[in-house]
């Protein structure tokens, strides 16, 4: 592991988008294999067809190449308790059209649902590396 070379502020602002990068992945499983990093909450996996759940088993081994990419520049955190919940999503995106939908958005439910709550994560996560990527200081780190 590089991380005991990098600049302390480098491992803040790597570590950070770590949350995301848990984010991602545990959204992608569940969606397209029904569990998550530790294989719980079965009842999760999305009604999608097979031409998304194989897009989105790519986006799976994408993001988990993120984490170890991470992981193995600075130290890391374990994986925190996500709430991935069709309800913890549909709270998300009420708040973004200011006003519960009815019925609630259950990125579960079918494929065109989950597109759209997918495109949540990497957005997020997509804002967060642009806006700390110039403060890196070390060349590892900002691969």
């Known amino acids: 592991s590089y991380f005991a070379k990098l600049p302390q502020s480098d491992v ?8 995301l990068e848990y984010l991602e992945a545990e959204f ?4 397209s ?14 009604n999608l067809n097979p031409f998304t759940n ?10 988990v190449g993120h984490l170890r990419a991470i992981k193995n520049t600075v130290k890391g955190f374990p994986r925190p308790l996500l709430d991935l919940s069709a309800g913890s999503f549909a709270k998300v995106i009420d708040k973004a059209f200011g006003k519960p ?3 609630p958005l259950d990125p579960y439910a079918n494929s065109i ?11 997020v996560g ?18």
């Open 12 to 19: 803040d602002l790597l570590e950070f988008p770590l949350n």
């Open 28 to 31: 992608f499983l569940f969606g």
């Open 33 to 46: 294999l029904g569990h998550g990093l530790d294989k719980v909450a079965p009842n999760l996996t999305a």
């Open 54 to 63: 194989d897009v989105v088993l790519q986006f799976v081994w994408q993001e």
């Open 101 to 103: 939908l009815n019925p």
């Open 113 to 123: 649902n989950y597109l759209i709550a997918s495109y949540l994560n990497p957005y």
């Open 126 to 143: 997509l804002t967060g590396y642009v806006g700390a990527n110039p403060n890196l200081q070390d060349a590892v780190s900002q691969r």
